[in-house]
C-alpha cells in the first residue's frame, strides 16, 4: 500500500517571493525614497509564512492554519506595522552606536509611513504569488474560508528565479565591471533590469493562464469514461508551459491525465482512474474528525479511500496487538497526485494524510505525510 509523501512540500518557496521582493524596491525606486527600502520589502514579501511557527504543534496544526490568518487581507497592514517596527528598532540600535563613536553626527531620517507603504505592496505580492500556483489562499478568511488557486505556474519555476534573480545579479556584475575599468556606476541602475523582470513575470502568468484555458477545453471535449465532465482542473508541470496535469470528475469516477498543448493532444492512464469509494464506517468517522474537517476544507479533489488495517497498509511498523485491527483511512488530493521531475507524487502524493480509526468510530492516530500528529 502507497505511503504518503511530506506533507510541507507545496508552497512557494521563500526565494521567490524575496527576490520579488527585492525587485519591487528596485523597480519603484524605493531605495532612494526611504531608508531599509529594500530590505523591508525582502522581509515583507516573505513575512506572510511566519505562519511556519504553528508546526511546533504539530504538522495537522501548521497544516490547518499554513495560508490562513498571515495570508489574509485583513492582517496585511498589522504585518507592514511589523516591519516598520522592526525596522525603528533597528535604526535606534544603529543611531545609539553611531552617536558613540560619532557624538556630533546625526544620522538622515527616514519616512516611516513610506516604508509600511512599501512594506504593504510586498505584502501583496505574496498573497498574489501564492495564488498563482494550485495550492491556493484564503485572502479573505476568516469571513470567507474558501480557497483560491490560480493554478498558473508550479511551486518552484525555474523562469520566475531566472527573471528575478537575473535582474538582481546582472547589476553587480556590471559593477564588479565597471569597477575593473574605473566606469563610475549611477545611482539607481538596474531599475530596469528590475522593472523588465516583474513584466516577464507577469507576461508568464499570461501565457500559463490562456495554456490553461486552451487545455481546459481540450478536456472538455474527451470522451471519458464515467459520463461527462462534471468538474475540471488543470495543474502546472515546471519547466514546460504546454505541458498540464488534468483532472476530470465525471458522475462515477475521477480522472487524472496529461495535455500537452503543444502538440493538442490528451492522454489517460487507466491506473489513474479512481472510482468514487463507498462511504464506510471509518470513512465517515475520519471525515467527521479534526484531520477530516480540514483536510477537506483545503482539498478540491480529495480521494479518502478505507485502505484497510494497520497491518496490512504497514507491515513495516511494530504495532501493538490493538493497533493492528485499526482501519487505517487515507486522504490525498489528486491536484498533486502527478509525477514531476521523478519525484514519485502517482505513487507518493505529497500532502497526503492518514486517520486510524477504532472500532469505536474514533481516531486515535493521525498522520501527515510521514509525520505524526499528537491528539489532545
Not at 557624538?103 to 505584502?123: D, H, K, S, V, Y
Not at 471535449?221 to 464515467?226: A, I, K, N, P, S
Not at 495535455?259 to 493532444?265: E, K, P, S
Not at 482539498?299 to 507491515?315: I, K, M, N, R, Y
Amino acid at each position: 500500500m502507497e505511503k504518503c509523501a511530506g506533507v510541507y512540500a507545496p508552497t512557494v518557496e521563500p526565494v521567490t517571493h524575496m527576490l520579488t521582493g527585492a525587485c519591487l524596491s528596485r523597480a519603484c525606486g524605493f531605495p532612494a525614497r526611504a531608508r531599509y527600502a529594500t530590505a523591508a520589502c525582502v522581509i515583507a514579501a516573505e513575512l506572510p509564512d511566519a505562519d511556519y511557527v504553528y508546526r511546533l504543534g504539530g504538522p495537522l496544526l501548521y497544516f490547518q492554519h499554513h495560508r490562513g490568518w498571515t495570508h489574509a487581507f485583513w492582517s496585511l497592514p498589522l504585518q507592514a506595522v511589523f516591519v516598520v517596527l522592526l525596522f525603528i528598532a533597528w535604526h535606534a540600535f544603529r543611531q545609539s552606536r553611531q552617536r558613540r563613536r560619532r557624538p556630533r553626527e546625526e544620522p538622515a531620517p527616514t519616512n516611516w509611513p513610506l516604508l509600511g507603504g512599501m512594506a504593504l505592496l510586498a505584502l501583496l505580492t505574496h498573497i498574489l504569488l501564492d495564488w498563482t500556483n494550485n495550492y491556493g489562499v484564503r485572502p479573505f478568511a476568516p469571513w470567507n474560508a474558501h480557497w483560491y488557486a490560480g493554478e498558473l505556474v508550479f511551486i518552484v519555476e525555474p523562469p520566475l528565479l531566472l527573471f528575478l534573480g537575473g535582474a538582481l545579479l546582472l547589476p553587480l556584475l556590471f559593477s564588479l565591471s565597471n569597477r575593473e575599468m574605473g566606469i563610475h556606476r549611477e545611482r539607481g541602475s538596474g531599475r530596469g533590469l528590475a522593472i523588465v523582470a516583474l513584466v516577464l513575470t507577469v507576461g508568464l502568468w499570461v501565457f500559463r493562464s490562456v495554456q490553461r484555458g486552451e487545455a481546459l477545453t481540450l478536456l472538455r471535449t474527451q470522451d471519458l469514461r464515467g459520463g461527462p465532465v462534471v468538474r475540471a482542473s488543470m495543474d502546472p508541470y515546471p519547466i514546460n508551459p504546454y505541458r498540464w496535469h488534468a483532472l476530470a470528475e465525471t458522475p462515477l469516477n475521477l480522472q487524472a491525465g496529461s495535455a500537452n498543448m503543444r502538440t493538442g493532444v490528451f492522454e489517460t492512464d487507466a491506473q489513474q482512474i479512481f472510482a468514487k469509494p463507498a462511504e464506510t464506517p471509518a470513512i465517515l468517522a475520519a471525515k467527521r474528525s479534526w484531520v477530516g474537517r480540514v483536510y477537506l476544507n483545503w482539498s478540491q479533489f480529495p480521494l479518502v479511500v478505507d485502505a484497510g488495517t494497520a497491518a496490512e497498509v504497514h507491515p513495516e511498523l511494530d504495532l501493538s496487538p490493538a493497533e493492528r485491527s485499526l482501519r487505517v483511512v487515507q486522504f490525498s488530493d489528486l491536484r498533486f497526485r502527478y509525477d514531476v521531475l521523478g519525484q514519485g507524487g502517482a505513487t507518493k502524493p505529497p500532502l497526503g494524510a492518514q486517520a486510524w480509526v477504532d472500532a469505536q468510530g474514533r481516531v486515535v492516530r493521525v498522520f501527515l505525510g510521514d509525520a505524526e500528529q499528537k491528539l489532545r
